[in-house]
């Protein structure tokens, strides 16, 4: 049935960038609501950025100017560019996809998880 599979994820110096990948399989991305999550040891999922069918987005203020979420269509495929990162991005990160179209940042929302991919952001 769906599945997710992240990768891109590994460990960066402050500063760095790192590309995510989510590639769905049993699933249409275009048409759907589409998300990035990331969640360090303690603390709550957070979501990172989402994008509808439309391809609008919405960014976490954590995230703003620094990350950019887009989508291949054709290939099914996620993307969730990271640039300028910084030790506090460091988290496992996720992918998700929704039965619905908009933009939420809320992982209850969300049907279809990934395994997730660790990134690692040393000072």
């Known amino acids: 049935q769906v599945q997710l599979v992240e990768s891109g994820g590994g460990s960066v110096q402050a500063g760095g960038s790192l590309r995510l990948s989510c590639a769905a399989s049993?699933?249409?991305?275009?048409?759907?609501?589409m998300a990035w999550f990331r969640q360090a040891p303690g603390n709550e999922r957070e979501g990172v950025a989402t994008?509808?069918?439309?391809?609008?987005?919405s960014y976490a203020d954590s995230v703003k100017g620094r990350f950019t979420i887009s989508k291949d269509n054709a290939k099914n495929t996620l993307y969730l560019q990271m640039n300028s990162l910084k030790p506090e991005d460091t988290a496992m990160y996720y992918c998700?996809?929704?039965?619905?179209?908009?933009?939420?940042?809320?992982?209850?929302?969300?049907?279809?998880w990934g395994q997730g991919t660790q990134v690692t952001v040393s000072s």
């Open positions: 994008i509808d069918s439309k391809g609008r987005t």
């Open positions: 998700a996809a929704a039965r619905w179209d908009g933009l939420a940042l809320n992982p209850v929302m969300f049907t279809y």
């Open positions: 049993g699933y249409t991305y275009s048409r759907y609501c």
